[in-house]
């Protein structure tokens, strides 16, 4: 079993920043995918960015791009998301998830544990 604790999620305005914080117990391997995603109100979870186990492959959804950096520290079994200049739209409940299924990464259905979740409200 594994377990994951996302932390870091508040209340901040337009052009603000916020780093997020997923730490993993329980039977984790350094050869997993972390992921995070996140939840609007009234909208299907989406993928936001992801990153491979050696920590040297990310990705991005388009939305985060250029804004959001995912990073791993191996050491402390714990996965970060850096968000910068954040707008109302990025306002969500934030996951952190471990992708042990085949398929696609951006997809929520190839991952198998997933975080409580982090609020993360931005205002205008």
């Known amino acids: 079993q594994v377990q994951l604790v996302e932390s870091g999620g508040g209340l901040v305005q337009a052009g603000g920043s916020l780093r997020l914080s997923c730490t993993t117990s329980?039977?984790?391997?350094?050869?997993?995918?972390m992921g995070w995603f996140r939840q609007a109100p009234g909208k299907e979870r989406e993928f936001v960015a992801a990153i491979g186990w050696r920590g040297d492959s990310t990705y991005y959804a388009d939305s985060g791009k250029g804004r959001f950096t995912i990073s791993k520290d191996n050491v402390k079994n714990t996965v970060y998301l850096q968000m910068n200049s954040l707008k109302p739209e990025d306002t969500a409940v934030y996951y952190c998830a471990v992708k042990r299924y085949s398929g696609s990464l951006y997809l929520p259905d190839t991952y198998n544990y997933w975080g409580q979740g982090t609020q993360v409200t931005v205002s205008s």
């Open positions: 329980g039977r984790t391997f350094g050869t997993d995918t």
